[in-house]
């Protein structure tokens, strides 16, 4: 199935996710696919009831969203899939969810992250994932919002070490 957006954005649902990409793409349903949110009842209902400009909002576990997935259940809707981490998509993409695109949108500041543009940090752990969803042919751009232009991803890592001080040969 295609989806209008497949978006890494370690803030899950927010402003920029429904004001800008919402706004944008008009989706009518916003699949937040977190297994530790989906996991906490008050966390898991704080998010399916965001005003999310008219879409309609559903939270769910990898398990959950990859076989809804397998079955089509937004098939007729114009779906936008958010994901917390590389690693979230990886699952994803591991699990059976076909792809040719993802959107990096926001990994925040921590400590052990270094800075690749100012919405995006990285660490070993997710420079490993994004290496591996790259591999396995997906293409990932850095955008955090609609009317920026696009950073290949794969360019942008190219030759960097992974955070153990060697360096890509």
Known sequence: MAYVLVRIDDR???GQVTVAWGSDLAPDRIILVNDEVAGNEWRRSLYAETDALGASVSVLSTDEFLEGDRKGDWESERAMVLVESPRDLLRLIEGGLAID????????????KRELLPYFFVDADDLAAIRAILARGTRLEARDVPHTNPVDVASLIAGLDDGAGREEQ
């Open 12 to 14: 899950l649902i927010h």
């Open 101 to 112: 695109s993802a959107n990096v949108g926001g990994l925040h500041f921590s400590e052990g």
